[in-house]
């Protein structure tokens, strides 16, 4: 996903430089999806080992659907996409189920539920940069990934008092995501009031907690 990503900043020096290290990190994405299928899945399946930052690994690959845009690789972020969206209605019942029926979750790794809200949300961001029309019933999807929103909001209300742990990276980027595809609905779907103070909410939160997850990583850091 990093490497996705950071195939864009060099679009001003390097086009074909920038599409090289897209389709490298989509090439090791797929290789890790491959990797982690057949020893997690095939071999020796334990659903109280399966955690929400699974879908990182399948409907994640969906980073290259947003940043297909740039690259002008629409056409190819469109099948990454479907491939995302067809993860995430596999494993959303199975992780829900687990969750659900299997909730003697480790302190350390609660933080993880909030994964669910990167999944569903970079799946909807996905959609929004590598289509060419933008379906507008797609609101709907937004509806559930908002409710799914106030739920990891929750969340992080419970959690607020747990220890420190590395997994506390959970509350960064599945709320970074939700803003951009909150802003992504309001410029390509429905630009109306509501949605626009849903996004500023979402980007000072987001900014917050980013910050306040930084200064707790810093302090675990230096106390090692």
Same mark, same amino acid.
């Given at each position: ?15 074909? *430089?920038? @599409?090289? *290290?897209?389709? &490298? ?5 797929? &290789? ?5 299928? /057949? %020893? ?21 690959? =969906? /980073?290259?659907? $947003? ?17 995302? @969206? ?16 299997? =909730? %003697? $979750?480790?302190?350390? /790794? ?6 669910? =809200? ?10 929004? %940069? ?8 797609? *609101? ?12 990891? &909001? ?22 970074? $995501?939700?803003?951009?595809?909150? %802003?992504?609905?309001?410029? =390509?779907?429905?630009?109306?009031? &509501? ?6 909410? !979402? ?15 810093? /302090?675990?850091?230096?106390? !090692?």
């Amino acid at each position: 996903m990093g490497l996705m990503s950071f195939s864009i900043y060099f679009l001003n020096y390097s086009y074909n *430089i920038s @599409l090289f *290290i897209w389709i &490298l990190g989509i090439i090791i994405h797929i &290789l890790l999806i491959l990797y982690f299928t /057949n %020893n997690f899945f095939f071999k020796k399946f334990q659903i109280e080992k399966a955690y929400a930052c699974i879908f990182v690994l399948y409907v994640g690959i =969906n /980073n290259g659907a $947003i940043t297909s845009n740039d690259l002008n690789q629409k056409e190819v972020g469109h099948i990454i996409y479907l491939f995302g @969206l067809v993860s995430l209605i596999f494993l959303f019942p199975l992780i829900f189920y687990r969750y659900l029926f299997y =909730n %003697n $979750i480790p302190e350390n /790794n609660k933080p993880l539920i909030l994964v669910f =809200n990167a999944a569903t949300h970079i799946t909807l961001e996905g959609y929004i %940069n590598s289509s060419e029309i933008i379906n507008k019933h797609v *609101i709907y999807f937004y509806i559930i990934c908002f409710l799914i929103y106030l739920f990891c &909001l929750y969340k992080v209300y419970e959690y607020r008092n747990i220890k420190f742990y590395p997994s506390f990276s959970a509350f960064t980027f599945p709320f970074v $995501i939700s803003a951009k595809a909150t %802003n992504g609905i309001c410029v =390509n779907v429905l630009n109306i009031v &509501l949605i626009k103070l849903i996004f500023y909410f !979402q980007l000072i939160f987001c900014t917050i907690i980013v910050l306040y997850v930084f200064i707790l990583y810093l /302090n675990f850091l230096f106390r !090692q």
